[in-house]
């Protein structure tokens, strides 16, 4: 069965840092594309962060400058560092990733989520 698990989030204050991490787990032939969203309480879910597997990034135009995306093939990880948090930046965070399993065809799969909460 192939899943996603996020770590990382938790409260922190406003300026602070934080880490979150995605781990893809299962039988996993491939991943193309790994992505972070987030979806504060009343507000759509927005794209954060996107890299590709060769490492191409690109990020939603709140957190350019602050957040940092990254990935590990080998260990089918991605992280997302968030540094200068701002209290607008609470929501919960879901890693997104197009993963192939038993067949070479690609489909999106997401983790649970993880809380993050930035206190001013």
């Known amino acids: 069965q192939v899943q996603l698990v996020e770590s990382g989030g938790g409260l922190v204050q406003a300026g602070g840092s934080l880490r979150l991490s995605c781990a893809a787990s299962?039988?996993?032939?491939?991943?193309?594309?790994m992505r972070w969203f987030r979806q504060a309480p009343g507000k759509q879910r927005e794209l954060v962060a996107a890299?590709?597997?060769?490492?191409?990034?690109n990020y939603g135009d709140s957190v350019k400058g602050r957040f940092t995306i990254s990935r590990d093939n080998a260990k089918k990880t991605v992280h997302l560092q968030m540094n200068s948090l701002k209290p607008e930046d609470t929501a919960v965070y879901y890693c997104?990733?197009?993963?192939?399993?038993?067949?070479?065809?690609?489909?999106?799969?997401w983790g649970q989520g993880t809380q993050v909460t930035v206190s001013s």
């Open positions: 997104n990733a197009d993963l192939a399993s038993s067949s070479r065809t690609f489909y999106p799969y």
């Open positions: 299962g039988s996993i032939l491939d991943i193309n594309f």
């Open positions: 890299i590709s597997s060769g490492g191409s990034t």
